[in-house]
């Protein structure tokens, strides 16, 4: 969830590979004629959440949050605002879809993190820019195959919104029903970024250096490989819960070598329940 600066190509041909392992599944698969899911045009409510998460991928202390949100959902042709994201569909086919949207990501302040204190929090990370979806193939039947290509400018909410980086985020993603009127996502991918992003999570300014934390000039490049999972179910017509688990490791990554890289894997855990508390009766095929 790019233009790095001299590691493009690296990200181009990464994704190039993905495409073409994932064309044998598209080209092999039979077209299947499914029935359009019909939702409310809009619903609003709102949403309670826990998670726990690693301050930054690579550390080794974790973040425990508590959120109660407003939820609105709005899913026009254009202007859209869902569980994904929220911004403008561009373009939409039974194949391809573009959108442009945001993303967030909780930051972590450095005083609650070791090897980080006395240097710039890492605050709460807004993304935005285009991502392109890929309809591969009618997976195990309910299931559904795709690909996703995120190429995302990212700010920092609590720093006047100030450019941190470039991310590029490249997924594969499975889709299903479950039985019980469970559903369940699974995902397998990366996060790549540019020289800017690199020093935001790990580099290290000579005025930060300590005996213990040497100055660090961070690089651009893969960040994480990530591999997550995601289930949810309707508990009665207004309310539903979700639960999620991702596990991200920085092993081989381009700052691997970071004092501020004290752990090689980590995982963010979390679940909530969303509670529509009304929605419009005009339904639409998502």
């Known amino acids: 969830m790019t233009p790095f600066q001299y590691r493009l190509p690296a990200a181009a041909r990464l994704a190039g590979l993905l495409v073409t ?40 202390q974790r973040v425990n949050r508590g959120l109660v949100l407003p939820y609105l959902v709005y899913r026009g042709p254009l202007l ?10 561009a373009y939409k086919s039974p194949t391809l ?33 285009p991502r392109l979806k890929w309809n591969l193939a009618d997976g195990p039947d309910p299931g559904r195959i795709r ?36 559903r369940l996502g699974t995902n397998a991918g990366l996060v790549m970024g ?3 992003l690199g020093e935001t999570f790990y580099g290290v300014a000579p005025q930060y250096a300590t005996a213990l934390r040497p100055a660090y000039a961070a690089d651009g490049g893969r960040i994480a490989w990530r591999l997550g ?5 309707e508990i009665t017509p207004h309310l539903r819960f979700f639960g999620f688990a991702r596990f991200d490791t920085v092993s081989g990554a ?13 995982a963010t855990v979390g679940a909530g329940l969303v509670y529509s ?10």
């Open 277 to 286: 508390w009304v929605r419009s009766e005009t339904l639409v095929s998502d």
């Open 194 to 196: 540019n020289k800017r």
């Open 229 to 233: 999972a995601n289930v949810s179910r």
């Open 21 to 60: 392992l994932a064309l044998p599944a598209l080209v092999q698969a039979q077209a299947q004629n499914r029935t359009p899911l019909a939702l409310p045009l809009w619903e609003i409510g709102g949403v309670g959440l826990a998670v726990s998460q690693q301050a930054y991928p690579g550390s080794s």
């Open 147 to 182: 690909a996703e290509f995120a190429l995302r400018g990212v700010y920092d909410i609590s720093d006047s919104f100030s450019y941190k980086g470039i991310s590029f985020e490249p997924r594969l993603i499975y889709e299903t029903q479950l039985p019980g009127g469970w």
């Open 97 to 129: 879809e573009l959108d442009v949207g945001f993303a967030a990501a909780l930051g972590s302040k450095s005083d609650d993190t070791d090897v980080r204190r006395g240097m710039p929090d890492i605050g709460t990370l807004v993304e935005f820019g």
């Open 254 to 266: 381009a700052n691997a070598g970071s004092p501020l890289v004290q752990r090689k894997g980590g």
């Open 80 to 89: 859209r605002a869902d569980r994904d994201t929220v911004g403008l569909r």
